[in-house]
């Protein structure tokens, strides 16, 4: 019994939680002492499958017809490729939120999301897991048959085994139910998920206008932008960089929040970062309580200023 793999591709190419997956499944297949199968799902060139088996899958199954998106089709396919496989993992994207709860359902095996860890035990299934927006750590059980694994993104390291790994195409190409009218994608450089530092502005920046210094910020310490809930919701930013409880959740190793009073349900979504800086004016904002660092101070001066001497010491 293998272990397998979903691995997301953007516009044809891998990014860098596709590779965690990959070297999530395969340490998870050497505590089985099995290998790792990934499947790929559309149009993705052999150049860019080949590379995922320097991270350890000895084959891939591509599925070229099934387009990103349909979830019920994707379900399908995977669930097919899954009939030899004991545990199946994704990275925990808004992709396979949509597709790990229907192929629980479709193969009766017990799903955990948030995972954090290597399997404890396998026999059953032991892994930790992040709970009630990250506050507590839950240690959960697999008593299924099969297990899926949707471990967070930017939790597990990149590991390189210099492998190689054949490549067998799927003839599966069903449409479901889903029909996808448009996709909106975000401008970023950096994916907002996968970002090791992210710049993250709110409603104390006033205006629109004034984001230019975010994006100036990130970009001297390539980093992604974000903003808060409000701050999508009134039209300044785009809602693909709203992180927080309803938006997205972001593990990065430096968050830097700016103009942000820190509401709960923001805190929720960007409280698993390694370190985490407030800027805000108000010293009794509540993000000072959640930061590592905090700077009480008006953006529009310490921003700047934090820019000049970033630029200094990378001079």
């Given at each position: ?11 044809g190419?891998f ?7 990959v ?9 089985l ?21 320097g991270?350890?899958?000895?084959k891939?199954?591509?599925c ?27 990275s ?18 017990g799903?955990i ?24 750590i ?7 048959e099969?297990?899926?694994l ?8 990149l590991?390189?085994t210099?492998?190689s ?21 975000a ?9 090791e530092i ?12 004034n984001?230019?210094?975010?994006e ?20 300044w930013?785009p ?12 593990t990065a190793?430096l968050?830097?929040?700016?103009g ?10 960007v409280n ?6 407030a800027?805000?004016t108000d010293?009794?904002a509540p993000?000072?309580k ?14 700047p ?5 970033i630029?200094?010491?990378n001079?």
């Open positions: 019994m293998s272990v397998l793999v979903y691995t997301e591709s953007w516009g190419n990014r860098k939680s596709s590779f965690e997956a070297s999530y499944a395969s340490e998870t297949a050497k505590l002492g099995t290998d790792v199968i990934a499947i790929s799902l559309g149009q993705v060139s052999d150049e860019q499958l080949n590379k995922l088996g991270y350890g899958a000895s891939v199954i591509t070229a017809g099934i387009e990103k998106g349909d979830s019920q089709a994707a379900t399908n396919a995977i669930a097919t490729a899954a009939n030899n496989a004991s545990v199946i993992v994704f925990n994207t808004n992709t396979a939120t949509m597709i790990a709860p229907r192929l629980s359902a479709k193969l009766k095996a799903a999301s948030n995972v954090i860890t290597l399997a404890e035990s396998t026999t059953p299934i032991t892994v930790k897991r992040k709970a009630f927006s990250s506050k507590a839950e240690l959960i059980t697999i008593n299924t099969k297990a899926i949707c471990f967070t993104p930017n939790s597990y390291q590991i390189e210099g492998g790994c054949s490549i067998e195409t799927s003839s599966a190409n069903e449409k479901g139910a889903i029909t996808i009218q448009g996709q909106e994608t401008s970023g450089k950096i994916s907002l998920s996968e970002a992210v710049i993250s502005g709110g409603r104390g920046l006033k205006g629109p206008e984001w230019g210094m975010i100036e910020l990130a970009e001297v310490l390539g980093a992604a932008t974000a903003c808060s809930k409000p701050v999508a919701d009134i039209g930013r809602h693909a960089e709203h992180v927080g409880q309803t938006g997205k959740v972001v190793d968050y830097i929040a700016i942000i009073s820190g509401a709960i349900q923001h805190l929720a979504g698993s970062s390694k370190v985490m800086v800027i805000n010293p009794e993000f000072f959640a930061a590592d660092y905090g700077i009480i101070g008006d953006a529009f001066e310490v921003v200023k934090l820019i000049q001497e630029k200094k010491l001079s």
